[in-house]
């Protein structure tokens, strides 16, 4: 793919936040095996880019069901993901609010067993163009 620039104009105070999250849920629930953090992405028109963040982890996984509540926990008013997951909820639905506010998008592909894949996609303006 495309090599980096290297200059972004973003929140990143936001984006360390973000990243802190992810990485410590990925710590949290890999008991054997590894934890990666993979950046690419591409330009998209007007001088902005694409950039993408992958958090992929050999943890413990977590199924369909679970998935699909993961991010509005707390909207949702549903303490099972919660207590299975030791309290994470709270930290993955400030990290999609995080992601929205820079209108991006936060994801998740993960089964039980097999560990997760957490990504995030955020349009970035590069810094040569400002």
């Known amino acids: 793919g495309e090599s980096l620039p ?27 095996g590894s934890v990666k953090v993979a950046v690419s992405g591409y330009s998209l028109q007007s001088g902005r880019y694409l950039m993408r963040i992958d958090v992929r982890d050999t ?5 369909a069901e679970q998935r699909d509540k993961l991010f509005d926990v707390f909207t949702q008013g549903d303490n099972s993901i919660t207590r299975a997951y030791g309290g994470s909820g709270m930290g993955l639905a400030i990290c999609s609010r995080l992601v929205k506010l820079m209108e991006g998008n936060l994801g998740v592909d993960s089964e039980p067993g097999r ?3 957490f990504w995030v996609e955020l349009p970035l303006r590069l810094y040569r163009e400002v």
Do not use: E, M, P, Y
Not at 9 to 28: C, E
Not at 59 to 63: A, D, K, L, W, Y
């Open 59 to 63: 943890g413990i996984g977590i199924s």
């Open 115 to 117: 560990g997760s894949l």
């Open 6 to 32: 290297r200059l972004f104009l973003g929140d990143g105070a936001r984006i360390q936040q973000l990243l802190h999250s992810l990485l410590d849920n990925a710590v949290k629930f890999t008991h054997d």
